[in-house]
């Protein structure tokens, strides 16, 4: 299936959509030195049916190769994965693994491939309720270049902790396929998820035995931050556009990605993924090179409770914008316990989008005024005022906005990622 055909079916209510991570910081201790550097993160979800694309996170594998593609946001000379079982009821037994430079689609280039091993073992059993990274890979990466992730399972994993919207196609095959540079033995139905995979460091090209702190940026939301709506596989998020332009202007920092689509600062959904109060320490928080987290969330709560109510958005009780602001607050005492920086962003307009309500636009209206003029965050992007329409601010501009009118096309992105300043960061 195409990656159209399979972004088509998202329903308008849906896409608004514990051991190591690199060294899991204690409380009060997120300006610990760590030799390792973030350089690709995704939020898990729990395991979970979705009628708008069809994910393989509920019934898991059984002897199957999954190979996995992703972007990474800073270089170096060594890299490691991490694997997620968070939300495991039982542990995950992982056969092997390996990882390559990626030669498009769910092909590897041949001389790139290498094994990844967990405590020199070619195998790893992940508990329930964990994470765990690997031991460190000798191959060398760019910013912004993109590698395979290639996971195999002997036997059955049960359902699987993922992340839903993953914007690119993830492959699996019968059998073990690890160490395939072509891409043949995965030419079946791909998926529109990532599994297992939390995240990708690297040790820094001019310090292989040393970090360098603190520098990573996390951009933290919902289907805005996770991309709905960008060109399929090109990697034009806000987030991929923003690591771009520090990377033209050689400021290179990894930006984390750490959105989810549909997700609420005040409630959980099965589909959706916990709330942002809840997610927030291991999410950003849980990794000690953040220095500054960009805060976009607050529509889902908003706009939810207009729509039709399913398993996915139930419960999505009305609220008032003190209610999230009260959240946003509360997310702001955490990253500064922490010695994050915090920068809020405006929540964009929606007028046209089939659940809009002069009530719901009200909330965002003092939600975003609250955002620009309390002080409460360390810095403000006002993303409303980069994508509206001049003549019509209630809305997005025309030129920016995708066809259900609450999405952005890439050019909104970008637009989005130009009105960040670099130096806020």
């Given amino acids: 299936m195409t990656a159209k055909k399979l972004l088509v079916a998202l329903p308008l209510t849906a896409v608004l959509m514990t051991a190591a991570v690199p060294a899991v910081a204690a409380p009060g201790d997120s300006t610990a030195f760590t030799p390792w550097r973030s350089a690709w993160a995704t939020a898990p979800q729990a395991p979970t049916h979705t009628d708008w694309y069809a ?25 490691r994965i991490r694997l997620s079982n968070v939300y495991g009821t039982a542990p995950l037994r992982v056969t092997g693994a390996t990882i390559a430079r990626s030669a498009g689609g769910a092909a590897a280039r041949a001389e790139s491939v290498r094994t990844v091993r967990f405590g020199g073992a070619q195998g790893v059993s992940v508990p329930a309720g964990g994470e765990l990274s690997s031991d460190a890979v000798a191959l060398p990466v760019r910013a912004l270049e993109q590698l395979t ?42 998926s529109l998820s990532w599994y297992y995979l939390a995240g990708v460091d690297v040790k820094p090209l001019e310090s292989p035995g040393g970090g360098r702190g603190r520098d990573a940026v996390v951009a933290f939301g919902d289907s805005l931050t996770d991309g709905v709506g960008s060109t399929f596989g090109a990697d034009r998020r806000y987030p991929d556009v923003l690591a771009d332009r520090l990377v033209a202007e050689g400021r290179t920092r990894p930006v984390l990605n750490l959105g989810i689509g549909g997700n609420k600062v005040l409630n959980d959904s099965p589909c959706f993924g916990e ?45 008032t914008s003190a209610q999230i602001v009260a959240g946003h607050q509360e997310l702001i005492r955490e990253a500064h316990a922490r010695g994050v920086k915090v920068i809020g962003a405006t929540l964009p307009p929606y007028q046209g989008f089939a659940y809009w309500t002069e009530r719901g636009d009200r909330v965002r209206s003092e939600v975003n005024q609250w955002i620009r003029t309390s002080g409460a965050y360390d810095g403000v992007v006002d993303f409303d005022r980069a994508v509206a329409d001049p003549e019509h601010p209630e809305r997005i ?29």
């Avoid at 002897?63 to 270089?75: F, L, P």
């Avoid at 195999?152 to 196609?169: I, K, M, Q, V």
């Avoid at 889902?300 to 039709?308: E, F, T, Y």
């Avoid at 906005?401 to 989005?416: E, F, N, R």
Wanted: proline share 4%; charged share 25%.
């Fill in 55 to 79: 994910n393989w996170s509920e019934e898991g594998f059984d002897n199957q190769s999954v190979r996995q593609v992703i972007r990474v946001g800073a270089e170096g000379s060594r890299l």
């Fill in 149 to 190: 992730v290639t996971l195999y399972f002997r036997g059955r994993t049960g359902p699987a902790t993922f992340h839903n919207f993953a914007d690119t196609l993830t492959y699996r095959a019968s059998g073990d396929h690890l160490d395939d540079a072509a891409g043949e033995a995965f030419a079946g139905e791909p």
């Fill in 275 to 319: 709330s942002a109060l809840a997610r927030f320490r291991r999410d950003v928080l849980g990794r000690r090179d953040v220095r500054t987290v960009i805060v976009l969330q607050g529509t889902n709560d908003i706009v939810l409770p207009d729509s039709p109510q399913d398993r996915c958005t139930t419960p999505s009780p009305f609220v």
């Fill in 397 to 425: 501009a025309a030129q920016y906005v995708s066809a259900d009118l609450i999405h952005m096309k890439d050019a909104g992105y970008k637009a989005m990622a130009d009105a960040v300043d670099l130096n806020s960061l």
